[in-house]
């Protein structure tokens, strides 16, 4: 969003998810096969199917939410730039969510260098373009970084549920996805 265009849609933050999702879910992320809404609602539903709380669903929905709310470019990752996201999007939703939500979608980003870091199985599985935005956002933690990470008190939940949302980058199989997603679909009908 430039500077100018920062206020809220009306009906408030559901209203803006709404039209982010409406005019930017179908992009492509640098070229993968899967578009951004798909990859956030993989997301969600990954972090649903493993039974995290609620605000964690909601955390994995809108972790890359600031892709859409900051000030850089939209080709900011194509030309090299770390775009920031993380921090953009903790901050777009802090006055509608608690940290429960904004922490997570704040600290995505530290704990997949984290996880690059300790497990080279996990960094193994990234797609390319996680792997191009990884050396955009700093690398692989440092092991200073890595004493520093242990030291957040909330970061251990977060690398416990992030593993998988993260990897959400790769295109489920449709099966798959739709079997991620049915419960709610169910849900939605009967509501």
């Known amino acids: 969003m430039s500077a100018g265009a920062t206020a809220l ?4 933050i ?17 070229g993968e096969q899967v578009t951004m809404s798909a990859h956030m609602l993989q997301a969600a539903a990954l972090a649903e199917a493993e039974a995290a709380p609620p605000a964690l669903v909601a955390a994995a929905l809108l972790h890359d939410i600031g892709h859409y709310t900051n000030e850089f470019p939209e080709d900011a990752l194509e030309r090299g730039i770390d775009n920031e996201h993380e921090t953009a999007g903790a901050r777009v939703l802090a006055p509608w ?3 429960d939500v904004t922490d997570p979608v ?3 980003v530290a704990a997949k260098r984290y996880l690059c870091a300790v497990d080279p199985g996990y960094f193994a599985r990234l797609s390319p373009a996680s792997v191009h935005t990884l050396g955009l956002q ?7 970084e890595i004493a520093a990470f242990d030291m957040l008190r909330q970061h251990r939940e977060t690398l416990d549920r992030i ?3 993260l990897l ?3 295109a489920l ?12 679909a169910q849900l939605a009908r009967v509501a």
Do not use: C, K, W
């Open 9 to 12: 849609p009306r009906g408030g």
């Open 14 to 30: 559901v209203a803006l998810i709404a039209d982010i999702f409406d005019r930017r879910g179908a992009d492509s992320y640098l």
């Open 97 to 99: 969510f608690d940290a």
């Open 106 to 108: 704040r600290l995505h």
């Open 138 to 144: 700093g690398g692989p933690m440092a092991p200073a």
């Open 163 to 165: 593993a998988n949302t």
């Open 168 to 170: 959400a980058e790769e």
């Open 173 to 184: 199989d449709g099966d798959r996805f739709q079997e991620l997603i049915a419960p709610r």
